[in-house]
């Protein structure tokens, strides 16, 4: 994998899966509503809701066992292996959600199925975006670690504007009869389509050289007792991932509900601007992550979480006040830039603080913890201060409490720089 095209080649393989991962995950928060139907039937359209999306919410509570099992996996059995796992997992879940009778069916069976399925993704997960970014930062060439690992999100995004677009087509083609009955589960058996070709991709990585040329390969328990010392660092880590996860579900799973519960807009606007929003990710992921090389981690962290804790709020005030689709564009392609910027620094910055021998647990554990307390229960989050403030822009005051711990972690990892000079002397290497 020493040539530019055969890194190009590897990295298109291993971020195939993650692309999965995301649209699964997607299409469930975009048709959040159709699936309460389906699923979570209540005299309150209300509550209805709130289950769905606390389901939606429920997967990423397995991350953190995910981050731990099939991180000390990978940590032992190597990147390649692993990734493959997680992929069968992954898919293993997406076939049980599309799959599986409304209510009116199966009763009470049916809900449980649905979060069985979430559970699996959910655990698959865990460890699918650790798994990817610390892949990609053992391959990346020196001094463009921030470039290489950006790909990681980057492929989210392109999962982002997939899963939009789709769903603008099915809501072109079918009526919205159609779409609430049987059609939101089209994207979902579009998904376990792609599985068997995302598999043989997956199937023909190499492990990375970084690995093979590790002479000791740590032990579950080993494993274990290395977070336990570090988990400090961890915890740290977990604050610095809460702004990305927040940020990233409030402007992509949680648009199309927001703009037509709350905003009153079409479901072709809102996935319109939903993949505006990932097309702008994925133009701002990689080339922030290359100015990240340039310049650091540190700037780029510190600046966006500074200007969403200025503007989150007040900007989702001027949305509210005048809903429209130019409105919406235009707010969230701003909180895109803001977001573009964290990331492009931050998921690098994880992989480089973290101990050599537990990289992919630490990196999974910090990313899993803070999608499972914060990032992964942003939609009902939401739902729930817009309900109990009677605020529509209450989603600014979620995002900008997100920012705060980003802000702190930012500082406290990166005092007197050293995890900066810790970074810029492994480039040189």
Known sequence: ??????????????????????????????????????????????????????????????????????????????????????????????????????????????PLLVLLGRLMQGFSAGVELGGVSVYLAEIATPGRKGFFVSWQSASQQAAVVFAGLLGVGLNHYLTPEAMSDWGWRVPFLVGCAIVPAI????????????????????????????????????????????????????????????????????????????????????????????????????????????????????????????????????VELWLSFLYGSYNGAMVVALTEIMPADVRTTGFSLAYSLATATFGGFTPVACTYLIHELGNKAAPGIWLSGAAVLGLVATLVLFKGNRHELQAAKAARA
């Open 199 to 330: 598999f043989m991709i997956r199937r023909s990585l190499e492990e990375t050289p970084e690995f093979e040329a590790r002479k000791h390969r740590p032990s579950l328990g080993e494993v274990m007792a290395s977070i336990r010392k570090n988990f400090g660092l961890v915890l740290a880590g977990m604050a610095l991932v809460v702004m990305t996860t927040v940020s990233f579900y409030l402007i992509t799973a949680y648009t199309p509900t927001f703009g037509k519960a709350e905003l009153h807009l079409s479901d072709i606007d809102t996935l319109i601007v939903t993949v505006c929003i990932g097309l702008s990710n994925f133009f701002w992921l990689p080339v922030m992550g290359s100015v990240s090389d340039k310049i650091g981690r540190k700037p780029l962290l510190l600046g966006a979480t500074i200007l969403a804790i200025l503007t989150a709020y007040p900007a989702l005030s001027w949305l509210v006040a005048e809903p429209s689709f130019e409105r919406l564009l235009m």
């Open 1 to 110: 994998m020493a040539s530019n095209t055969g890194k190009g080649g590897a990295i298109f393989r291993v971020v195939s899966g993650n692309f999965l991962e995301m649209f699964d995950f997607m299409v469930y928060g975009f048709y959040a509503t159709a699936i309460a139907k389906a699923y979570f039937p209540s005299d309150s359209a209300f509550a209805s809701l709130m289950l769905s999306l606390a389901t939606f919410g429920a997967g990423f509570l397995m991350r953190p066992l995910g981050a731990i099992f099939l991180g000390a996996y990978i940590d032992r059995h190597g990147r390649r292996q692993g990734l493959i796992v997680t992929l069968m997992m992954m898919a293993a879940g997406t076939v049980l959600i599309a799959c599986v009778p409304g209510y009116a069916t199966l009763g009470v069976a049916a």
